[in-house]
């Protein structure tokens, strides 16, 4: 398993020095680094878009799914055996499988260790870099310096070692990277009423206030090129997320759908079609009249 890790480090290793050689004659060494970060970056994005897509449509399908569920919840509330069957039936008509929702998160996060290893270490022998000319680059200390932050430093160690105005630099990635974050999830759910009574609605919108924080918190102990890569992808998701509600349309409210009392009843369509039909006069009905005369 390690020799696999150290082989998908190596690979992000090769990545990046490509992107460098073909950069670093045009510009100086750091921002040709930084730069090609964000072009790994990018790439990464742009392989897993499918499983992004199959991400977003499954938390919408999630989302849609919520009166379905409270109704199942409800009408099988003493079978529990049966509800888990006919919310399992519900969810996979739906097309709201838990593992879409969390397949490309499992699929980044090696990506995500490997980085950190790979920055952390640039000069492992076991990650190829050491004989590239980043690696050269970095060894001899030009390489590592983009927008007044050196990319293999953390921005804890950075506060620590140089004070807390030469990581002023460092503190705007990592607000940038919470930002972006609270972006993206502002965008995905811009428009919509949120309703209270929806099954774990009060836990969701925690999650989606907490997790951007406890992220910043976290990279506080991140060489700032993971920040980077970090802050580069929310911002690239969230491009790839006004691209999914341009084809899909935006989604609509969670557990949205009319009230009871709204609902037309004993099989009537809403409209005066029922009223209408009572109204019309009935097969048989002129000579029915016209026997109870005679009587």
Known sequence: MGALFDSLVGLLGSVLAFFFDFLHDAMSDG???????ILLTIVINII??????KQTRATRAFSALQPQIKKIQAEYKDDPQEMQKRLMAAQKEAGATPGGCLLPLLVQMPIWFGLFRLLDNPLNPNYGMVDTALGESIASGSGNSFLGMMLDTSPGTAVGEAG???????????????ATQYIQQWH?????VRSKDQPGAGAQQAVTKIMPLFIGFISWNFPAGLVLYWSTSNLFRLGQQVLIFKIDGRPPSPGSEP?????????????DSADDDSRKPQPG???RRRRRRRR
Not at 48 to 53: A, D, G, K, N, S
């Open 285 to 287: 009905a002129a000579n």
């Open 31 to 37: 921002v040709a680094y930084g730069l090609a970060i």
């Open 259 to 271: 009230k009871e009392s709204e609902k037309p009843k004993n099989g009537s369509h809403g409209d």
């Open 164 to 178: 807390l105005v030469s990581a002023i630099p460092y503190l705007i990635m990592i607000v940038l990277m919470v």
């Open 48 to 53: 897993v878009f499918p499983l992004t897509l």
């Open 188 to 192: 995905s759910t811009y428009g919509q």
